[in-house]
Protein backbone atom coordinates (compact mmCIF):
# COMPACT_ATOMS: atom_id res chain seq x y z
CA UNK A 1 0.00 0.00 0.00
CA UNK A 2 3.22 2.46 0.72
CA UNK A 3 4.87 1.20 -1.91
CA UNK A 4 1.69 1.32 -4.04
CA UNK A 5 1.73 5.32 -2.87
CA UNK A 6 5.34 6.15 -2.98
CA UNK A 7 5.21 4.58 -6.92
CA UNK A 8 2.11 7.55 -7.49
CA UNK A 9 3.82 9.93 -6.05
CA UNK A 10 6.68 9.20 -8.57
CA UNK A 11 4.47 8.68 -11.10
CA UNK A 12 3.13 12.00 -10.30
CA UNK A 13 6.76 13.73 -9.87
CA UNK A 14 7.47 12.43 -13.40
CA UNK A 15 4.71 14.36 -14.81
CA UNK A 16 5.19 17.40 -13.17
CA UNK A 17 8.97 17.40 -15.05
CA UNK A 18 7.19 16.28 -18.43
CA UNK A 19 5.12 19.20 -18.28
CA UNK A 20 7.83 21.61 -16.90
CA UNK A 21 9.82 20.08 -19.96
CA UNK A 22 7.31 21.03 -22.34
CA UNK A 23 6.12 24.32 -20.72
CA UNK A 24 9.53 26.18 -21.88
CA UNK A 25 9.15 24.33 -25.36
CA UNK A 26 5.25 25.60 -25.47
CA UNK A 27 7.01 29.24 -24.82
CA UNK A 28 9.76 28.49 -27.37
CA UNK A 29 6.80 27.59 -29.97
CA UNK A 30 4.63 30.82 -28.78
CA UNK A 31 7.98 32.86 -29.49
CA UNK A 32 8.61 31.06 -33.17
CA UNK A 33 5.01 31.82 -33.83
CA UNK A 34 5.64 35.62 -33.38
CA UNK A 35 8.88 35.84 -35.14
CA UNK A 36 7.42 34.19 -38.03
CA UNK A 37 4.47 36.66 -37.62
CA UNK A 38 6.72 39.34 -37.88
CA UNK A 39 9.45 37.93 -40.81
CA UNK A 40 6.33 37.53 -42.32
CA UNK A 41 4.43 40.95 -42.44
CA UNK A 42 8.01 42.28 -42.86
CA UNK A 43 7.74 40.40 -46.27
CA UNK A 44 4.45 41.93 -47.12
CA UNK A 45 4.29 45.25 -46.03
CA UNK A 46 5.57 47.48 -48.83
CA UNK A 47 7.56 50.29 -47.39
CA UNK A 48 6.94 54.37 -49.02
CA UNK A 49 9.94 56.68 -47.81
CA UNK A 50 9.21 60.38 -48.37
CA UNK A 51 11.71 63.01 -49.14
CA UNK A 52 11.07 66.65 -48.60
CA UNK A 53 12.56 69.81 -48.44
CA UNK A 54 9.95 72.78 -47.35
CA UNK A 55 6.51 72.88 -45.68
CA UNK A 56 5.65 69.31 -46.30
CA UNK A 57 1.80 69.86 -47.57
CA UNK A 58 2.20 66.91 -50.10
CA UNK A 59 3.53 64.38 -47.39
CA UNK A 60 0.67 65.37 -44.93
CA UNK A 61 -1.76 64.88 -47.65
CA UNK A 62 -0.72 61.59 -48.00
CA UNK A 63 0.05 61.07 -44.52
CA UNK A 64 -3.39 61.48 -43.97
CA UNK A 65 -5.18 59.61 -46.90
CA UNK A 66 -2.65 56.90 -45.81
CA UNK A 67 -4.70 57.17 -42.36
CA UNK A 68 -8.02 57.43 -43.47
CA UNK A 69 -8.28 54.71 -46.04
CA UNK A 70 -6.40 52.24 -44.00
CA UNK A 71 -3.39 51.83 -46.28
CA UNK A 72 -1.45 49.69 -43.68
CA UNK A 73 -4.45 47.61 -42.75
CA UNK A 74 -5.90 47.03 -46.13
CA UNK A 75 -3.10 46.50 -48.73
CA UNK A 76 0.36 46.62 -46.53
CA UNK A 77 1.71 49.85 -47.46
CA UNK A 78 3.16 51.82 -45.12
CA UNK A 79 4.97 55.29 -44.44
CA UNK A 80 7.87 54.15 -43.12
CA UNK A 81 10.21 56.87 -43.01
CA UNK A 82 10.35 60.91 -44.26
CA UNK A 83 13.79 62.44 -45.17
CA UNK A 84 14.43 66.34 -45.70
CA UNK A 85 17.45 67.62 -46.90
CA UNK A 86 16.96 70.98 -44.71
CA UNK A 87 17.37 70.46 -41.08
CA UNK A 88 14.24 72.33 -40.14
CA UNK A 89 11.78 71.07 -42.95
CA UNK A 90 8.74 69.88 -41.10
CA UNK A 91 7.65 66.51 -40.89
CA UNK A 92 6.59 63.27 -38.71
CA UNK A 93 9.94 62.49 -37.25
CA UNK A 94 11.85 63.49 -40.23
CA UNK A 95 15.33 62.10 -40.62
CA UNK A 96 17.67 65.29 -42.01
CA UNK A 97 20.50 64.54 -43.96
CA UNK A 98 21.43 67.89 -44.67
CA UNK A 99 22.88 68.79 -48.21
CA UNK A 100 25.03 71.46 -47.09
CA UNK A 101 26.75 68.75 -44.80
CA UNK A 102 28.44 66.85 -47.96
CA UNK A 103 31.23 68.69 -50.26
CA UNK A 104 29.79 67.44 -53.57
CA UNK A 105 26.49 65.97 -55.07
CA UNK A 106 27.34 62.33 -55.22
CA UNK A 107 28.59 62.62 -51.31
CA UNK A 108 25.35 64.05 -50.15
CA UNK A 109 23.21 61.05 -52.28
CA UNK A 110 25.79 58.38 -51.15
CA UNK A 111 24.56 59.77 -47.44
CA UNK A 112 20.83 59.73 -48.71
CA UNK A 113 20.73 56.36 -50.14
CA UNK A 114 22.10 54.99 -46.57
CA UNK A 115 19.30 56.81 -45.18
CA UNK A 116 16.89 54.98 -47.85
CA UNK A 117 18.18 51.69 -48.38
CA UNK A 118 16.99 49.88 -44.97
CA UNK A 119 13.26 50.79 -45.56
CA UNK A 120 13.92 48.77 -48.97
CA UNK A 121 11.30 50.92 -50.46
CA UNK A 122 8.83 50.04 -53.14
CA UNK A 123 7.97 53.38 -53.59
CA UNK A 124 9.84 56.48 -53.00
CA UNK A 125 8.01 59.91 -53.12
CA UNK A 126 9.63 63.46 -54.02
CA UNK A 127 7.42 66.07 -52.00
CA UNK A 128 8.76 69.67 -52.88
CA UNK A 129 12.42 67.95 -52.72
CA UNK A 130 14.20 70.91 -53.89
CA UNK A 131 17.14 68.81 -54.80
CA UNK A 132 18.52 67.51 -58.26
CA UNK A 133 19.62 63.91 -58.41
CA UNK A 134 22.05 62.60 -60.49
CA UNK A 135 21.04 60.16 -63.45
CA UNK A 136 23.01 57.38 -61.04
CA UNK A 137 20.93 57.78 -58.17
CA UNK A 138 17.78 57.94 -60.17
CA UNK A 139 19.02 55.05 -62.31
CA UNK A 140 19.71 52.90 -59.14
CA UNK A 141 15.91 53.13 -58.03
CA UNK A 142 14.10 53.46 -61.58
CA UNK A 143 10.42 53.03 -61.69
CA UNK A 144 10.15 53.82 -58.29
CA UNK A 145 11.05 57.38 -57.24
CA UNK A 146 8.23 59.69 -57.94
CA UNK A 147 7.69 63.55 -58.14
CA UNK A 148 4.99 65.51 -58.33
CA UNK A 149 5.51 68.57 -60.24
CA UNK A 150 2.75 72.07 -60.41
CA UNK A 151 2.35 72.40 -64.00
CA UNK A 152 0.44 70.23 -66.83
CA UNK A 153 4.04 68.59 -67.95
CA UNK A 154 5.58 68.98 -70.28
CA UNK A 155 4.43 72.37 -70.47
CA UNK A 156 6.38 74.30 -67.91
CA UNK A 157 9.22 71.90 -66.77
CA UNK A 158 11.33 74.02 -64.10
CA UNK A 159 10.48 77.17 -61.76
CA UNK A 160 7.74 79.35 -61.64
CA UNK A 161 5.16 77.49 -63.33
CA UNK A 162 2.01 79.04 -62.05
CA UNK A 163 3.43 82.56 -63.91
CA UNK A 164 4.14 81.22 -66.43
CA UNK A 165 0.97 79.59 -66.98
CA UNK A 166 -0.78 82.86 -66.73
CA UNK A 167 1.58 84.87 -68.84
CA UNK A 168 1.33 82.33 -71.67
CA UNK A 169 -2.85 82.93 -71.46
CA UNK A 170 -3.28 79.23 -70.25
CA UNK A 171 -7.03 78.87 -69.56
CA UNK A 172 -6.11 75.58 -67.84
CA UNK A 173 -3.00 75.01 -65.49
CA UNK A 174 -2.42 71.77 -63.23
CA UNK A 175 -0.32 69.44 -61.35
CA UNK A 176 1.97 66.37 -62.55
CA UNK A 177 2.79 63.13 -60.86
CA UNK A 178 5.57 61.54 -63.03
CA UNK A 179 8.28 58.96 -62.56
CA UNK A 180 11.47 60.53 -62.00
CA UNK A 181 14.21 60.22 -65.01
CA UNK A 182 17.43 61.82 -65.55
CA UNK A 183 15.20 64.33 -67.01
CA UNK A 184 14.34 67.34 -65.46
CA UNK A 185 10.60 66.85 -65.25
CA UNK A 186 10.93 64.69 -67.97
CA UNK A 187 9.81 61.34 -66.56
CA UNK A 188 6.68 59.45 -67.37
CA UNK A 189 2.92 60.93 -66.15
CA UNK A 190 1.29 59.27 -63.73
CA UNK A 191 -1.58 61.26 -63.22
CA UNK A 192 -2.47 64.96 -63.42
CA UNK A 193 -5.06 67.63 -61.88
CA UNK A 194 -6.68 70.58 -63.61
CA UNK A 195 -7.61 74.17 -62.19
CA UNK A 196 -8.54 77.02 -64.40
CA UNK A 197 -7.27 80.24 -64.82
CA UNK A 198 -8.94 83.14 -63.92
CA UNK A 199 -8.32 86.34 -65.40
CA UNK A 200 -7.66 87.95 -62.06
CA UNK A 201 -5.21 85.25 -61.08
CA UNK A 202 -1.90 86.18 -59.54
CA UNK A 203 0.77 83.57 -59.14
CA UNK A 204 -0.34 83.17 -55.36
CA UNK A 205 -3.66 82.68 -56.16
CA UNK A 206 -3.51 80.06 -59.22
CA UNK A 207 -0.90 78.20 -56.44
CA UNK A 208 -3.38 78.32 -53.76
CA UNK A 209 -6.28 77.10 -56.30
CA UNK A 210 -4.01 74.02 -57.25
CA UNK A 211 -2.47 73.02 -53.98
CA UNK A 212 -5.67 71.14 -52.58
CA UNK A 213 -5.76 69.41 -56.17
CA UNK A 214 -2.35 68.56 -55.72
CA UNK A 215 -3.37 66.55 -52.54
CA UNK A 216 -5.78 64.82 -54.22
CA UNK A 217 -3.80 63.56 -56.97
CA UNK A 218 -0.51 62.24 -55.16
CA UNK A 219 -1.71 60.19 -52.55
CA UNK A 220 -3.40 58.47 -55.59
CA UNK A 221 -0.34 58.08 -57.49
CA UNK A 222 1.35 56.85 -54.78
CA UNK A 223 -1.21 54.28 -53.84
CA UNK A 224 -1.74 52.88 -57.02
CA UNK A 225 2.30 52.39 -58.40
CA UNK A 226 2.78 51.06 -54.61
CA UNK A 227 0.26 48.57 -55.32
CA UNK A 228 1.55 47.80 -58.86
CA UNK A 229 -1.58 49.30 -60.46
CA UNK A 230 0.84 51.39 -62.82
CA UNK A 231 4.27 50.46 -63.73
CA UNK A 232 7.08 52.21 -65.65
CA UNK A 233 7.72 49.72 -68.55
CA UNK A 234 10.37 50.85 -71.84
CA UNK A 235 9.62 54.62 -70.55
CA UNK A 236 6.10 54.35 -70.39
CA UNK A 237 3.56 54.33 -67.63
CA UNK A 238 1.64 51.73 -68.31
CA UNK A 239 -2.18 50.89 -66.65
CA UNK A 240 -5.34 50.04 -67.11
CA UNK A 241 -8.41 52.66 -68.21
CA UNK A 242 -9.98 52.18 -64.89
CA UNK A 243 -6.84 53.73 -62.83
CA UNK A 244 -5.99 56.14 -65.60
CA UNK A 245 -9.36 57.87 -65.03
CA UNK A 246 -8.97 57.84 -61.50
CA UNK A 247 -5.59 59.34 -62.33
CA UNK A 248 -6.98 62.46 -63.71
CA UNK A 249 -8.53 64.90 -61.51
CA UNK A 250 -10.24 68.17 -62.31
CA UNK A 251 -11.11 71.09 -60.42
CA UNK A 252 -14.81 71.36 -59.45
CA UNK A 253 -16.49 74.61 -58.26
CA UNK A 254 -17.92 74.43 -54.54
C1 LIG B 1 4.40 71.76 -54.37
O1 LIG B 1 3.57 72.72 -54.93
C2 LIG B 1 5.03 70.91 -55.45
O2 LIG B 1 4.23 70.77 -56.57
C3 LIG B 1 6.25 71.73 -55.78
O3 LIG B 1 6.70 72.24 -54.56
C4 LIG B 1 5.61 72.38 -53.68
C5 LIG B 1 5.97 71.68 -52.39
O4 LIG B 1 5.00 71.91 -51.43
N1 LIG B 1 7.25 70.93 -56.40
C6 LIG B 1 8.10 71.43 -57.31
O5 LIG B 1 8.09 72.57 -57.68
C7 LIG B 1 9.08 70.39 -57.84
N2 LIG B 1 9.62 70.84 -59.09
P1 LIG B 1 4.91 71.01 -50.13
O6 LIG B 1 6.29 71.00 -49.51
O7 LIG B 1 3.93 71.74 -49.26
O8 LIG B 1 4.46 69.65 -50.51
Not at 205 to 216: D, S
Request: charged share 25%.
Amino acid sequence: MQQNTIQKRQESEENDSVRLKYRPLSCALDFDKCRIYALFLNNIMKNIVVLISGRGSNFEAILRTARSEDWEGRFGLKIAAVISNRPLAKGLDAVAVDHKAYPTREAFEEALTAAIEPYKPAVIVLAGFMRILTESFVARWEGKILNIHPALLPLFPGLDTHQRAIDAGCRVHGSTVHFVSSVLDGGAIIGQSVVPVLPSDTDETLAARLLPYEHKLYPQCVKAVALGEVKLIDGKAVMSDEVAHHLAIFWRKD
